[in-house]
């Protein structure tokens, strides 16, 4: 069964750094997502991608936050200067048809540590 | 935008048993309605979904019922197994917008 793949599993990272979590989306798949778990909580949304533009992202998705598909098949998630709140674990996701109204699929995650 | 309210944040029962997670939602607008179960450490993992034309559906010992007027589902686990011990998560979506998921309830089927 195809699956999201994403990279790298663990990242730690000092305050003010910027990273950048990359993902594989299942390939006949349009939508795309991430969203963030912060230990123990639910998984809040952060942003949505379709047609190679943003469709929708949350309050948490400021400025810091930007998404990018650099190639047909990797969906990347960049932090520009890192927060200790941002330490969380980041899921990547898609979904084969209408937004929303088609199951999720997610990958395993990124752990991201921020110190 | 919907906000999903779920209860018990904490269930516990003895294997066998049967265990019911109730979700309620906010926006009329919402007309799908996915479970996802995630095992500590791994990824959410959909495990039955709902749309608002139907009010239930099953799968083996997995059901999930729809109530479109008081805004609730709930999703039911009967002969409860302790491999069923996870996080199960609900989520609405309203359509133009994307999934919102509820808080979390924690399983524990012990043996």
């Known amino acids: 069964e195809p699956e999201v793949t994403q990279t790298p599993s663990h990242q730690v990272t000092q305050m003010g750094q910027e990273v950048i979590l990359r993902c594989v989306p299942i390939?006949?798949?349009?939508?795309f997502y991430w969203y963030r778990q912060i230990l123990g909580q639910k998984v809040e949304f952060l942003v949505s991608?379709?047609?190679?533009?943003?469709?929708?992202k949350s309050e948490i998705f400021d400025d810091q936050f930007s998404v990018e598909r650099p190639d047909g098949s990797n969906f990347t998630l960049k932090i520009r200067s890192t927060k200790l709140e941002d330490s969380a674990m980041y899921f990547c996701?898609?979904?084969?048809?209408?937004?929303?109204?088609?199951?999720?699929?997610f990958g395993n995650g990124t752990r991201l540590t921020v110190t | 935008g919907e906000n999903v309210e779920q209860h018990p944040s904490t269930l516990s029962v003895q294997e066998g048993d049967s265990a019911v997670i109730k979700c309620t939602y906010s926006?009329?607008?919402?007309?799908?309605f996915p479970w996802y179960k995630q095992e500590l450490g791994k990824r959410p993992q959909l495990i039955i979904d709902?749309?608002?034309?139907?009010g239930e559906k099953k799968d083996q010992r997995i059901a999930v019922t729809l109530n479109k007027t008081a805004k609730h589902f709930s999703l039911h686990i009967t002969e409860t197994q302790p491999e069923d011990s996870a996080v199960y998560f609900c989520?609405?979506?309203?359509?133009?917008?994307?999934?919102?998921f509820g808080k979390g309830t924690m399983l524990l089927v012990s043996p």
């Open positions: 996701a898609s979904s084969e048809g209408v937004r929303g109204r088609s199951p999720l699929h």
């Open positions: 390939s006949n798949h349009l939508y």
């Open positions: 991608f379709y047609n190679n533009e943003i469709s929708e």
């Open positions: 926006d009329s607008a919402s007309n799908y």
């Open positions: 709902i749309r608002s034309n139907v």
């Open positions: 989520a609405a979506n309203p359509g133009y917008s994307t999934l919102t």
